[in-house]
């Protein structure tokens, strides 16, 4: 017996020497719970233990080796539960509104976008090596495989906040430059802002809104804009004003489109395959089996591929429409589509340009604002390009 009570005495004592600031007890007591006690964690996620019974065997962990005061076992106890359950020192930032996307370019330098403007988080990961520990951690929590066969990863988090749908792209060190991962985080707000709120934050003046609902209901629509610039915050606001007895389908790479109201609207996101798993279903599958659903209208989240042919088939042939599209201004939206579908057409460039005309209107965003809207006119014979009328937006633009 006193040779097994000097054992545990030296435990505690490693564990002290080993592990003496704050942010190495966390990062031993996460490895203990995912080496050691994967059983409790493995009961807790299966939805056999409570949250509230795995984090009081947790708490009783501690008192029974760490040895420390009652207020630093409950502080080492609440950074647990972080972890466990949220983002670990991520935590604080996904959980302010007011934030939109977090970079992690190393284990100390967290980077921010606070309202539209980037800055320092504030906060980092002690070392390296619980950085490291974190994102393994996240990978698992979110069933992903981050091997060298899978050094690019992206994922998305639509249950661990009641608030935001949390989209990740995960870059490894074997195609870094640093020898650390990159960790992007954007918040998808799920009571993301209809259009009356948006006509609150300025996005848009109330005249502009009913043009658009109009528009949006009548014909199809294209929104083009650079990075961050609110396409699919508008494309999201514009498609809850659709009347209830109209069927939506909704394909998407992330599930950043949801609805808060709508009775009759589907949902299917793409599936990529890795180096284990090669079952995969691109935006193009999904596209395809969506032309042959009973849907009064087909959106497409955000046109990057072959997909883009698939659309334009459908608004062709009198299908309402409406997709977002990465472009610097209007005027390339159009071109940038049809480089998308002349990988998978046996129309000529021209021939596609012409079928654009089915979109009726053409939404330019920037700066989370609705800079211009254009009305499709028809194609000119003559000059071979589409005609366009400027509706919203001042001349000069």
């Not at 619980?130 to 990978?139: D, G, L, M, T």
Request: proline share 3%; hydrophobic share 35%.
């Amino acid at each position: 017996m006193h040779g097994i009570f000097v054992l545990r005495r030296k435990e505690e004592q490693e564990i002290k020497t080993e592990y003496g600031a704050p942010e190495d007890f966390l990062q031993q007591l996460v490895e203990e719970y995912t080496l050691q006690k994967q059983q409790s964690l493995m009961q807790m996620r299966k939805g056999l233990m409570s949250k509230e019974t795995f984090l009081k065997e947790a708490l009783q962990h501690i008192e029974t080796y760490y040895h420390r005061t009652k207020r630093e076992d409950a502080e080492l106890l609440r950074e647990f539960e972080q972890y466990i359950f949220g983002y670990s020192r991520l935590s604080g930032l996904i959980d302010d509104k007011q934030i939109s996307d977090i970079r992690v370019l190393g284990y100390n330098k967290i980077r921010i976008k606070r309202r539209g403007r980037r800055m320092s988080a504030g906060v980092a990961f002690s070392s390296s090596k619980e950085y490291r520990q974190f994102v393994e951690y996240i990978a698992t929590k979110n069933q992903v495989n981050i091997s060298n066969l899978n050094a690019i990863q992206r994922f998305t988090d639509n249950e661990s906040h009641p608030d935001f749908i949390l989209r990740f792209t995960l870059s490894m060190p074997l195609l870094n430059t640093c020898n650390e991962p990159y960790l992007c985080i954007r918040k998808i707000p799920k009571n993301f802002p209809q259009m009356k709120e948006l006509i609150e934050q300025e996005m848009l003046e109330r005249e502009t809104a009913e043009l658009l609902i109009s528009r949006f209901r009548e014909n199809s629509m294209l929104i083009c804009g650079g990075n961050s610039s609110g396409k699919t915050t508008l494309l999201n606001a514009l498609k809850e004003t659709l009347p209830d007895d109209c069927a939506v389908l909704v394909a998407q790479q992330a599930d950043e489109l949801t609805t808060r109201r709508h009775p009759d609207m589907m949902f299917l996101h793409s599936l990529p395959g890795t180096g284990e798993q090669q079952v995969s279903y691109d935006l193009e599958h999904i596209s395809i089996a969506g032309l042959t659903m009973d849907v009064d209208f087909f959106i497409v989240g955000e046109i990057k591929g072959a997909e883009a042919i698939y659309l334009l088939n459908a608004a062709y042939t009198g299908q309402i429409c409406a997709a977002t599209i990465h472009a610097p201004s209007a005027d390339r939206a159009p071109d940038k589509l049809v480089d998308y579908c002349m990988g998978k057409s046996r129309y000529s460039r021209d021939e596609l340009m012409k079928m654009l005309d089915c979109f009726k209107t053409l939404v330019f965003m920037e700066h989370y604002k609705v800079k211009e809207i254009f009305e499709c006119r028809g194609w000119d014979e003559v000059g071979k390009k589409l005609i366009y009328r400027k509706i919203f937006g001042r001349e000069g633009e």
